[in-house]
């Protein structure tokens, strides 16, 4: 065979979501862009902050010797510190730049980390629903996923993360605010998943890893804010993205944060920085690792993404629809008006409208709506939204 | 344990050169950098064209819709197009766009294309001496690496890499200009290569993959051109950056491109592409794909390398070493006068030189030099390697 056996049946397994893709672009061929409803990607729609254009422009033309040239494999020193600067100053941790490791977005932090980590067979517990991506990131190493299922309400349920750790356990990864539900974790609830690996990692004396992926940290709404793992539990490790907060997730540019604390620092830290430049990223983009240093207290304006979740929430809610409203991200999780998730979304697809099977994510029986996109889009595709829930009913 | 056993062992291989590249930090503090002769690192010293500088100021400046924003997993297709336009015109083949993915840089192409292709066990021959990064990116998904000894004159030595092949084979991969000999296999040497592939492919009845890595290919001297592998045999990819052609190997951008003809191409062009998603690359940088489009016949002067060549090798000459001048990129593989290249490496270190022994690129007994260097570097050291020559006689 030509290609290796196990990305053969990934190909296979991609193709339902990437059918839903080509449809929509046949769907747009048809009947124009703007009569079609993408709610199927979570590519940011809003701008990139005046001061990143700003600084783009200004770097550009800026003259530093080898401005393009190789980075250390951990990244420039200057937006390590910067980095562990500001995580410093908003948890009261000592970070220092030897804490950060700069990646190509989180997706290749969340690589970096697993590939540092994972000897074959140790287990990643996974929460569902979960990001689609996870069970490649983990498998790719030889770990083994143990799911667990969240509360009704997509918050922890530490009795069922508690069943699924054993003594292989290495990590468990979290996403607060979550794709693909917008749920925020409470400082309450992460301090009762930090209470159960403290207790857990005693009972099997070993270090059980909390990794938080965190792109969405900055995207919250209604003055809620993301509380810190770091300073929740010592075994964590942040992968975090400029991707939403900036508005540039096609730049590929992240960081590694990692516990001060965390067991056997220094060879984890050294693990990473290797496993960084050994699987091809080298290091993040030199570019972007400026600009970001220069960055650190800048995001996109929030307030854009909650009026697009209020005009969402109260449409889908008038049309009869039932979900939680999330305090995060630019994801609505709803339930299916017909347990099969799949057939609903191809009912949608007949009003122009692409949603994402809840299955896709383990979450049978709801759709993702990604509301990254123009209110108007939003606004217009409410008839559709509407007759869709009518007639499976 | 903490970080995964494989990782742990790479760790403590890698520390030979990593203590090489401390001492060289403590002697530039100790002596000041100008007294420090680094030939240690392959990081381009000679500045971006103009073309790439304007491009990039104007690309800052210019306002298009979602500019920083996610890429298709392959890349844009104007990007690819550019890149297949070019390769069809210079190599009379026919490629489209199809046939590129974006990568980040020829190190992340090079891992999407053995996560592509291998399973665990699957063979790769590998060309001595070599770049110190294959065993990596090869053991990184399982496959195992079969070496052949490269000639004298650092040619493919077509009877010892047949000797290689057997039923396992997956893949060859070569690099020219080469790392760390400066070789350019010559367009009879390719051909030869070929016939060989192509005829133990008869005989195991599978396509045997040539993986060429190609970052250096417009490093080229003495109006010497690189043959083309693609026209040479139809089982064959290309891995390459623009890293050197354009000086911005901070900047992680490159391609894999993908001979037309080759075996189950749609196969494999999907599988590199859902690798690129999968591994956390997502797709390579966004900005930089839109400039290289701008700039495909664009590339830095390279006979500012070719003068720092002649002035390291008729320096060297006279000071008695021996090597094989190179054609091509900017290292030199020098013969260490003594049989012991780590202990010969430590002596030119006494002279304030960093070298790298050749014994890390399995090539013992010899030391390379990178002279993408200042002139005054090269020249200022010419002292100590007489010394040093000297010395150990």
């Known amino acids: 065979m030509t290609i290796a056996k196990k990305i053969k ?38 701008e990139q902050p005046g001061e990143f254009k700003r600084e783009l422009i200004k770097l550009a033309a800026e003259i530093i010797p080898l401005k393009h040239g190789y980075t250390p494999n951990a990244g420039y020193s200057e937006t390590r510190q910067a980095i562990a600067g500001k995580i410093s100053r908003t948890t009261g941790l000592k970070m220092s730049a030897d804490h950060i490791v700069m990646s190509c977005g989180a997706g290749g932090a969340l690589n970096v980390i697993f590939k540092a980590l994972l000897d074959p067979g140790d287990e990643v517990i996974v929460l569902k629903p979960f990001f689609v991506e996870y069970p490649f990131y983990i498998e790719n190493y030889g770990g083994v996923i143990k799911y667990a299922q969240t509360k009704t309400d997509f918050s922890l349920d530490i009795a069922a993360i508690s069943k ?67 300073k929740a539990y010592p075994n964590s490790i942040v992968a975090y993205s400029y991707s939403k907060t900036l508005s540039l997730p096609g730049e590929r540019i992240g960081y590694i944060a990692v516990n001060p604390k965390i067991h056997e620092a ?69 339930k299916s008006p017909i347990p099969d998730d799949v057939k609903f979304v191809k009912i949608l697809l007949q009003k122009n409208i692409l949603a994402v099977p809840g299955s896709g994510f383990g979450g049978p029986g709801y759709f993702r709506i990604a509301y990254c996109v123009d209110d108007a889009t939003i606004v217009n595709s409410m008839k559709g939204f509407a007759e869709a829930n009518k007639e499976s009913a």
């Not at 979501?17 to 199927?40: C, H, N, Q, T, W």
């Not at 607060?176 to 207790?199: C, D, F, H, M, Q």
């Open 9 to 46: 049946s990934s190909i296979s397994q991609s193709s339902m979501i990437r059918k839903m893709f080509e449809e929509g672009i046949l769907l747009k061929k048809k009947y124009g862009a703007d009569k079609v409803y993408d709610f199927s990607l979570g590519n940011p729609n809003v």
């Open 164 to 230: 699924a750790i054993n003594r292989r356990t290495k990590a468990i990864i979290i996403n607060s605010p979550n794709n693909p539900t917008g749920k925020v974790y409470s400082k309450k609830n992460i301090a009762e998943l930090a209470r159960l690996l403290k207790e857990k990692g005693r009972a099997y004396n070993k270090a059980i890893y909390l990794i938080s992926d965190e792109p969405y940290a900055e995207i919250v709404f209604d003055g809620v804010t993301v509380p810190s793992v770091l």
């Open 266 to 334: 220094d060879n984890l830290i050294s693990a990473l920085i290797l496993c960084t430049r050994i699987m091809g990223f080298v290091h993040a983009p030199a570019l972007m690792q400026r600009i970001i240093a220069r960055l650190q207290d800048v995001a996109v304006d929030v307030k854009v993404y909650q009026k697009k979740r209020d005009l969402l929430c109260a449409g889908l809610a008038k049309a009869g629809y039932k979900f939680v409203k999330p305090q995060g991200a630019f994801y609505l999780f709803v």
